[in-house]
């Protein structure tokens, strides 16, 4: 088995999910996942973001030779990171590519981290919105003020 199968075989039986679970998730087959877990062939590159998302990963995390011990708990700093931002006023910078016209040079409130999307409150043209925006998308959250 190579490391990106391993990794993948270990996350989806942590979440208690089979083969054939995951495979529908992916719209792959079976023997796909088997494959792709044996280490005999790769998920193409456009699957690895899906695949991440579902096992609630960084594609980091899979791509990356890292110690598995060592991703992990990278993972999971990250993750305690953006926690401590809930209920926080920012101002988010997005990928040039992923922009959002909404949230652009607006302040907005982190309501909440769910996986690999943070759900995010501004007030726009006097009307409050909510929105999931992907984590992937974010280049960088500038904290503007202290809530008590």
Same mark, same amino acid.
């Given at each position: 088995?190579?490391?990106?199968?391993?990794?993948i075989?270990?996350?989806?039986?942590?979440l208690?999910?089979?083969q054939?679970?995951?495979?529908?998730?992916?719209?792959?087959?079976?023997?796909?996942v088997?494959?792709?877990?044996?280490g005999?062939?790769?998920p193409d590159?456009?699957?690895i973001a899906?695949?991440?998302?579902?096992?609630?990963?960084?594609?980091?995390?899979?791509?990356? /030779?890292?110690?598995? +011990? $060592?991703a *992990?708990?990278?993972?999971k700093?990250? %993750?305690r =990171?953006?926690?401590?931002?809930?209920?926080?006023?920012?101002?988010?910078?997005?990928?040039?590519?992923?922009a959002?016209?909404?949230?652009?040079?607006?302040?907005?409130?982190?309501?909440d981290?769910?996986g690999?999307w943070m759900k995010?409150?501004? /007030?726009?043209?006097k +009307? $409050?919105? *909510?929105?999931?925006?992907?984590?992937? %998308?974010v =280049?960088?959250?500038?904290v503007?003020?202290?809530?008590?």
């Amino acid at each position: 088995m190579n490391k990106l199968g391993i990794k993948i075989a270990e996350k989806r039986k942590n979440l208690g999910m089979t083969q054939i679970e995951f495979a529908e998730k992916m719209y792959v087959t079976r023997q796909t996942v088997s494959r792709w877990e044996a280490g005999t062939a790769m998920p193409d590159i456009d699957k690895i973001a899906e695949i991440a998302e579902i096992l609630g990963v960084s594609c980091d995390y899979l791509l990356k /030779d890292d110690d598995n +011990e $060592t991703a *992990e708990a990278k993972d999971k700093g990250i %993750s305690r =990171l953006l926690e401590s931002l809930t209920g926080k006023t920012v101002k988010l910078v997005f990928y040039e590519d992923e922009a959002d016209i909404d949230l652009f040079n607006k302040p907005c409130r982190i309501v909440d981290f769910e996986g690999n999307w943070m759900k995010v409150c501004a /007030d726009i043209k006097k +009307e $409050t919105i *909510e929105k999931h925006i992907p984590v992937s %998308s974010v =280049l960088s959250i500038e904290v503007l003020k202290e809530e008590n």
